[in-house]
């Protein structure tokens, strides 16, 4: 006989009490070693339930807790657990784990401390590879993290510190802190970024914003990062501000030269080993620098490419790139009594990176010499280094030419190969001379040498070659010529006469170079009425001047000390004289002169003149041969 159905409805209810009741007062931490089983093979790490276990089951999303749950360490680490967690609460969808998805409306840890460190090998102790496709699959609804802690020890990095993670209540959003030592150097970051949730969206852009300081350099960044492990699919807006970008290069092994002070923004991107620095803008010292970079490391060294932009750049900055500054952006000196820069020209960096680098620059500033504007391709391949296609304006004219730089050998050798075309003489004159607004005609010249050494002082020690210079036509300052021969007569006369323009017929100079020793084969200048020319030596390995002015006029004076004029010194402490022997046996002369016959005084002063002129049309010839210019 069929039960019936009031009696049926009883029996079930009675049924389902009975389960609850036994659910309630069922012990679930029976089940805490068989859980840390499960979850131990699920995560590869050996974990420990060591706090009890508390189930609310009656409902569509039961919830898990545990509280102090350990995660081991690998063996041999220095921490005894890779995590301590306090608390930790799981709600479960049953219909999501019913289809066989790992479906999580929230997560909430509390008190959580985690030991990110290396063994010895440096090999890390965190998961290599992920915890597999369960793992990957997990999503959330809600995380919430309290009183998030992370001690990093990184040997292998010179790294180590704390990472403090807390999220808002209301929107779930990370707030971090970390604080310690990056490459052995100090380290402040602060930020925000989406929640936890937004970390687990396979493909979404996940939003940062961070600000900090390493060592000197500060910096700010907000944007989207696709995948926030490897930190690739990057789409930033950053601002970095430092002493030297020459700091960066133990941070990010991008071979930035020393500068000085900078501040720089740009659109960052990345896509696997490829990054990209766009719309750069900034300055680096008076400098300002616009353009593009970009990174490509998925070969065996990166590859850098760069298009650089500069309405005004300061000479200084140039500094960094021959030995001039160290990597803090600090000037270094020259040791005492010297001017070339005896610093290592930087080969670590030379080898870290190919590099093809295109750069124009509107105007040059921060030197009495007249730069304009300039222009090249840079180039390194092997540690092989090109300055090709340059092209510096000067003095209305222009100097083309080629550098290279062979870092492979040692010490390294190097080519200078530069020509000078249309250099206006008057552009080169200090802007306060009297004599510029004498002075005209246009300048052609070359130089060619080959070196060899680790410094600028070095390669110039060595250097072997020639120097070309000449210009047909001009003018100058007739006083300035006279006294060139110490020719006091027809120098009064000149002053007298509020100056005077002094026709250049010609200058010449063949120079040669040998082991560090320029020497000039011919150098001289014709006028109107007068010859110059040039005996003696500039000494670049130790930096000395010995050159030896000799005028000889060609039209007579009652008073000429008649030089010769003598350039000695160093670079650093150059002088200019007449020759003391000469001068003084005249003045001598003179004077007993004066003595025996006071009439006769003046004859050993007397100058007749009588040079001829310089075969000027045939030197120039010759001289342009070398420099390869026309005309």
Same mark, same amino acid.
């Given at each position: ?37 499960? $979850? ?51 709600? =479960? ?15 909430? $840890? ?53 990472? $403090?993670?807390?999220?808002?209540? /209301? ?45 000197? #350099? ?7 990062? #696709? ?38 923004? /740009? ?45 005004? =750049? ?27 820069? $005896? ?13 093809? =680098?295109?750069?124009?620059?509107? #105007? ?14 840079? @180039? ?26 062979? /870092? ?54 060595? /250097? ?52 560090g020793v320029l020497r000039p084969r011919t150098l001289f200048l014709d006028t109107e009425h007068m010859v110059v020319r040039a005996e003696g030596q500039v000494d670049f390995r130790d930096e000395t001047l010995d050159l030896h002015l000799r005028s000889s006029p060609k039209d007579g004076s009652l008073v000429a000390l008649r030089g010769p004029i003598l350039i000695s010194g160093t670079f650093a402490r ?49 001289? @342009? ?7």
């Amino acid at each position: 006989m069929p039960i019936p159905l009031p009696r049926r409805l009883a029996w079930i209810l009675l049924a389902c009490a009975a389960v609850g009741l036994g659910a309630a007062l069922f012990d679930w931490n029976w089940l805490r070693r068989p859980l840390e089983h499960i $979850v131990s093979n699920r995560l590869h790490r050996e974990i420990r339930f060591d706090g009890p276990l508390e189930v609310h089951p009656w409902s569509a999303r039961p919830t898990f807790s545990a509280e102090r749950v350990r995660i081991a360490n690998f063996p041999g680490g220095r921490a005894e657990s890779f995590a301590d967690i306090g608390r930790v609460s799981i709600a =479960l969808d049953v219909a999501a784990a019913l289809r066989g998805e790992w479906g999580l409306p929230s997560l909430q $840890v509390e008190d959580a401390r985690i030991h990110i460190e290396e063994d010895a090998a440096g090999q890390g102790n965190w998961p290599q590879g992920g915890y597999g496709s369960e793992a990957a699959s997990l999503r959330f609804e809600s995380v919430r993290i309290h009183n998030g802690r992370v001690q990093v020890d990184l040997p292998s990095r010179r790294s180590e510190g704390i990472l $403090v993670i807390d999220t808002e209540d /209301a929107t779930g959003r990370l707030h971090w802190q970390a604080s310690g030592r990056w490459q052995d150097q100090r380290l402040e970051v602060s930020g925000e970024s989406g929640s936890v949730r937004d970390v687990t969206a396979a493909g979404s852009p996940y939003p940062i914003a961070m600000q900090g300081r390493i060592g000197e #350099t500060r910096f700010a960044i907000e944007g989207k990062v #696709t995948d926030l492990v490897r930190l690739e699919d990057m789409n930033v807006r950053f601002d970095l501000r430092g002493r030297s970008l020459a700091e960066l290069y133990p941070l990010t092994g991008v071979p930035f030269p020393p500068t000085s002070a900078y501040r720089l923004q /740009a659109q960052l991107s990345r896509r696997g080993g490829l990054w990209r620095f766009d719309h750069i803008d900034g300055v680096l010292g008076k400098s300002d620098v616009a353009g593009e970079l970009a990174i490509d490391r998925t070969g065996e060294k990166q590859q850098l490419r760069a298009d650089l932009r500069s309405r005004r =750049l300061d000479l200084a900055e140039l500094s960094g790139f021959i030995g001039g500054r160290a990597e803090s952006g600090r000037a270094v000196p020259p040791p005492p009594g010297r001017v070339l820069p $005896v610093l290592s020209l930087g080969f670590e960096k030379i080898a870290a990176a190919d590099v093809d =680098l295109n750069f124009a620059v509107g #105007t040059i500033r921060g030197s009495r010499v007249p730069f304009e504007a300039a222009s090249g391709r840079l @180039r390194i391949d092997d540690r092989r280094v090109s300055l090709d296609g340059l092209k510096v304006g000067l003095a209305k004219g222009e100097i083309a030419g080629s550098l290279q730089l062979d /870092a492979r050998r040692q010490p390294a050798e190097a080519l200078v190969d530069l020509q000078a075309s249309r250099l206006h003489l008057r552009e080169l004159m200090p802007p306060q001379a009297e004599s510029q607004n004498f002075t005209s005609g246009s300048l052609d010249g070359r130089i060619r040498l080959v070196m060899a050494g680790n410094s600028v002082a070095q390669l110039l020690a060595s /250097a072997e070659g020639e120097v070309a210079v000449a210009m047909d036509g001009g003018s100058t300052s007739r006083l300035l010529m006279r006294l060139a021969n110490l020719d006091i007569a027809n120098g009064l006369i000149a002053w007298l006469a509020g100056g005077q323009k002094e026709q250049i017929r010609c200058l010449v100079g063949d120079l040669d170079a040998r082991r560090g020793v320029l020497r000039p084969r011919t150098l001289f200048l014709d006028t109107e009425h007068m010859v110059v020319r040039a005996e003696g030596q500039v000494d670049f390995r130790d930096e000395t001047l010995d050159l030896h002015l000799r005028s000889s006029p060609k039209d007579g004076s009652l008073v000429a000390l008649r030089g010769p004029i003598l350039i000695s010194g160093t670079f650093a402490r150059p002088s200019l004289a007449p020759e003391p022997l000469p001068l003084t046996a005249r003045v001598a002369g003179s004077v007993v002169l004066g003595l025996v016959a006071p009439p006769l005084a003046l004859l050993p002063l007397i100058e007749t003149g009588g040079a001829k002129d310089s075969p000027c049309g045939k030197a120039l010839r010759q001289t @342009r041969k070398v420099i390869g210019a026309s005309g």
